[in-house]
């Protein structure tokens, strides 16, 4: 009996490690909590990965003048978990924290902040984070800027904008080979995105941009390279409800981009899984590995929402890219093709 007490109690006291992706399950950080990282975004740096989202606490309300379901959490801030293998992950705390006393802020409980994306600049050496900053009806449409000196923070706020006086809501970076960095932002009311080329040091855009994917509505961006060429995975406009997930295509950023269609395959793949797509990682130390990152909202209660990562699969014969659901994966996925 005691030694049983003491068993439970060891085992109580650490959390279970993770050996594989459940897409779609609880999904517990190194202390035993859910992780709570929404329309996050990843960054690699020295061997670590950092998972920044939204950090999302408290009840779901739908305001009484809501048309469309806008259902709300209140702003809490931005979290911030490290992983040494995209498995298990550590909660750094909220790195870029909500301003309760100040209504006139971006980051009053009151705002929206979402789909939060931290990118490193190697010349100034700041963690630099962009994030979707808007009003409650989301009519502000803003991008919001913080920085850092460290990946886990904490994070000082410079601002939101419009980016080149655009609308922008949700939104994506890239930094391409040459350190050139990029805010891809779903504008024009959410039907055309926006390709912002940004400043040397990555908190503004400098003035180059274009229209892409023009009256084609689409949201939840996630951008990567892959064999020299440029691809964005994206959703379609429905709120917090699931819709097709769509892979695009290109040689330049900049340039014209080609829909493929959607890489999704296997179950609910017509409406991504029930799931939004948010971030796209490269795995370090694996050739042509990537996963895709998605958002499993459950709308009438945010902070409960999970996450759907699943591998980019490359067919080594046509080099077409697919999405398969897999209940359950490991990285050895990426060593079988
Ligand atoms: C879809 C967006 O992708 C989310 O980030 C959020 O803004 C919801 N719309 C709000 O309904």
Known sequence: MFLAVCVCGIVGMQAQKNESFRPGQVWNDTEGNPINAHGGGLLYHQGTYYWYGEYKVGETV?????TWERYRTDVTGISCYSSKDLLNWRFEGVVLKAVPDDPG?????????ERPKVIYNEETGKFVMWMHTDSPDYGKAEAGVAIADSPTGEFKYLGGFRPNGT????????VDDDGTAYQFSSSEDNQTMHINRLTDDYTKPDGTYVRRFVDMSREAPAVFKHGGKYYMLSSGCTGWSPNEAELAV?????????????PCT?????KTFCGQSTFVIPVQGKKNAYIACFDMWNKTDLQN???IWLPILIDEHT???SIPWLAEWDMSVFDNK
């Open 266 to 270: 296997g179950p609910d793949s017509e």
């Open 319 to 321: 080099g077409k890219l």
């Open 305 to 307: 929402s999970k996450y």
């Open 105 to 113: 802020s971006d980051l009053h409980p009151s705002q929206v902040v």
């Open 62 to 66: 739908l305001p009484a003048d809501a």
């Open 167 to 174: 609308m922008s809501r949700d939104q994506a970076l890239f």
């Open 250 to 262: 290109a040689d330049s950023i900049m340039g014209e981009w080609t829909v493929i269609g959607n």
